[in-house]
Every structure is written in C-alpha cells, then in structure tokens.
C-alpha cells in the first residue's frame, strides 16, 4: 500500500537528533505547531530528560508494567543506537518497507542507510 502524502505537512525528525536532546525536539514540535513556549515547557523538558526517564523507568520490571500518570513504561530507554531498526526486522519486512514510496523519500532526507 503506498498512500501519497506531502511531507511538507509532517514533522520529520532524526532519531539522532533527539535521542539525546529533548530540548531539540520539544522545539521543533513547537515551531512546526507554530503555538508559542510555555514557561513550564524548561520544566518539562529537565523533568523528562533521558537520565530522569531512564531512573523512572528502572522501578519497572517489564515492559508492560508502567507509570499511570506519566506512561513511562519498564525499559523504556533502549540501548540501541542511531539508525540500526533493520537489525529487528526480517528481510521480507525490509522490503516492504522499501517499496513504499513515501517511507524511501523519508530514509533518502535523512540519508540513512539501508
């Protein structure tokens, strides 16, 4: 199935970009949303940062034990980095992923490699 979309229209961001820096992303979310900041957004931002959500996230087992008020889940920081998502997935699934026009237009904007 290749649905076309405008990629104008979606907020396209690197994992890379923002694995590391929420602040990154929060803007970005801002400016493409075009709201204005919010005093708490600074607050939010050092609240959710990697270290603090990695911390919350060890008082969980598993997975699909998680926070009610935050959602943050057990192992919910992973280990893995960049772009390495085609190590999980079989060959078949690559594939069609790649067939899709779309998701090709996204992995060339970013320059990921396959």
């Not at 709201?35 to 969980?60: A, D, G, H, P, Q």
């Amino acid at each position: 199935m290749n649905l076309n979309f405008d990629l104008e229209n979606i907020l396209l961001l690197r994992y890379e970009d923002f694995a590391q820096n929420q602040e990154y992303i929060a803007t970005n979310l801002i400016n493409f949303l075009s709201i204005s900041y919010k005093r708490r957004l600074n607050s939010i931002i050092k609240k959710f940062n990697i270290e603090n959500v990695s911390k919350m996230s060890k008082k969980f087992d598993s997975f699909n034990e998680y926070d009610k008020k935050t959602h943050i889940h057990g192992n919910h920081i992973s280990a893995t980095k960049g772009s390495s998502v085609y190590k999980y997935l079989d060959k078949e699934v690559i594939n069609l992923i790649l067939k899709d026009k779309n998701i090709e237009r996204i992995i060339l904007k970013f320059d990921y490699k396959i």
